[in-house]
Nanobody, 114 residues
Framework: QVQFVESGGGLVQPGGSLRLSCVGS????????MTWFRQAPGKERELVAI???????KYADSVKGRFTISRDNAKKTVYLQMNSLEPEDTAVYYC????????WGQGTQVTVSS
């Protein structure tokens, strides 16, 4: 059973920054592409960013140039650096492998508000 534990969320003003972390367990972490998803109230979960096992990255158009995904295989951790945050980024953020498995973590709440 794969488990993910997300952390680092919080309340931040527009224009601010946050760094999310996600630790994965029970998987040979280094061979998987890792993803960050988010789900805003009343909306479907959407893919935010993905990083391959070799470090290649892709982003949703809405976050391109503002968010950066990275990974530390030794720590089984994937990060999401979020800069220039906007109210539209408010959501619960989740990580998973690619393709995502059914075992989602509890997520971490990000709220962007003045």
């Amino acid at each position: 059973q794969v488990q993910f534990v997300e952390s680092g969320g919080g309340l931040v003003q527009p224009g601010g920054s946050l760094r999310l972390s996600c630790v994965g367990s029970s998987i040979i972490y280094r061979v998987f592409s890792m993803t960050w998803f988010r789900q805003a109230p009343g909306k479907e979960r959407e893919l935010v960013a993905i990083i391959s096992s070799s470090g290649d990255t892709k982003y949703a158009d809405s976050v391109k140039g503002r968010f950066t995904i990275s990974r530390d295989n030794a720590k089984k951790t994937v990060y999401l650096q979020m800069n220039s945050l906007e109210p539209e980024d408010t959501a619960v953020y989740y990580c998973n492998v690619d393709p995502p498995r059914d075992s989602w973590g509890q997520g971490t709440q990000v709220t962007v508000s003045s």
